[in-house]
């Protein structure tokens, strides 16, 4: 009998210890899995952070394309006011700076157009309030230079022109300063959660 207990106890030695072998093993495997999957995680988040990082960098340059194209929009429908004024050069460089006002305000409107694919929608929002205020400001260029050309221009002629025009060029400054706070906002807007 003691050679069979022994027997006995030595098979279930093994048995436990093979069982416990066996736990050990899975326990390595499930850590192993678990580690990966870490693993995985953090190279996911390390991409989104890129992505992000990128689409910032993107969306600033962007903006600022806008923002310079606005401002040089706006100088040049000032300039376009300003050559319709009695006293200026001659008419072909009357034209220059009417195709000039007109194709910047052409540059600027294009450019929006990125701005509003890019986003998000407060800034496309002020984006669309700077091509507004850009139009508006064209347009009245446009009917000073139509007045101009209907007959002479008095003083008072000339002052009320001028008053107009720097109400909506100070409009136009007023939206872009509006469009660039709002850019602002949406690139400093932290990480998107993962």
């Known amino acids: ?7 006995i106890g030595s098979g279930l030695t093994g048995f436990l ?11 390595l495997e499930q850590q192993e899995e678990r580690q990966s999957r870490q693993r995985e995680r953090l190279q996911e988040l390390d991409l989104r952070l890129e992505h992000h990082r990128w689409r910032r960098e993107h969306r600033k340059a962007i903006y600022e394309e806008f923002a ?13 006011h300003r050559s319709c004024l009695p006293g200026v050069p001659e008419s072909v460089q009357r034209e220059e ?10 540059e ?4 929006s157009y990125t701005v509003e694919l890019q986003g998000p ?3 496309a929002e002020r984006v669309g309030d700077c091509i507004a205020g850009l139009r508006d400001l064209l347009t009245c260029a446009e ?12 003083s008072a002629d000339v002052l009320e022109m001028d008053e107009q025009i720097t109400a909506r060029f100070n409009d136009v400054q007023h939206v872009l ?16 959660p993962v």
């Open 68 to 80: 310079l194209k606005s401002q040089t929009a706006r100088i040049a429908a000032l300039d376009y």
């Open 121 to 123: 929608d407060e800034v």
């Open 177 to 192: 300063r509006l469009f660039i706070r709002a850019g602002r906002e949406a690139l400093d807007r932290p990480t998107p």
């Open 108 to 111: 600027a409107l294009q450019t």
């Open 97 to 106: 700076i009417r195709l000039r006002g007109r194709m910047t305000y052409r």
């Open 17 to 27: 210890a093979l069982r416990s072998e066996r736990a050990n093993q899975q326990a």
């Open 1 to 7: 009998m003691g050679m069979f207990g022994t027997l």
């Open 143 to 154: 009917e000073h230079e139509a007045r101009a050309m209907a007959g002479p221009l008095d």
